[in-house]
């Protein structure tokens, strides 16, 4: 799975600082993963004269194989390394259709598969390229889904703030291989898992 190749098409065409980059797959293999691409900039709103509204995220479709999520911690291991990201977080999150489930459930599920829809001008948040996006997100709400997050350096908005001499290219990227073993895999709900690559100094990340 290569999802190094979907990031760098992206950032090469719309040469936008990344803020975060996003992937969310449901509790059952070899279904399609909705990427997000969080971008950081601005542009002039054209029914309001000198408004600025952020860029829209990039969702894609990945339909790629995978038999376990193991495969995707990879790639997404991979891509962080290579994007110079600090670290890469997993969360298990539980199925929200359910008697009495927060609405924080559904809308946190929403959100991991570009679902944007609540809001009155949805195009502006989001540019959704996922034919199957509406499928993916009722069977996450019917059997749960895993989420995997990083904030990448290399074409990201966090090259500024710190450096990592002990990792990072010149560029804030890193050199192939990604030497970070693959932890148990673990499908406890809630459960966060975090792959540290870097080091960062000086500020935290909540």
Known sequence: MDIIEAITSHTDALQLPLYAVTASAIQKADTPIILTLHWHGFHRDRESIGTLQSVAGSAIQVNQRWHDYAVIDRAMLDAGWKFGAWDVERVAEPAWYR?????????????????????????????????????????????????????????????????????????????????VALQREGRELRRKVLYRLGKGRDFLIH
């Open 99 to 179: 008697l009495n489930a927060p609405v924080s459930e559904a809308l946190a599920c929403r959100r991991a598969f570009a679902d944007y829809s609540d809001l009155p001008r949805s195009d502006d948040a989001v540019i959704v390229e996922a034919p199957d996006q509406q499928a993916l997100l009722e069977l996450a709400s019917r059997r749960g889904y895993v989420r995997w997050l990083f904030r990448p350096r290399k074409g990201g908005v966090w090259s500024q703030l710190d450096e990592d001499d002990c990792t990072l290219d010149a560029d804030g990227g890193r050199s192939a291989p990604c030497p």
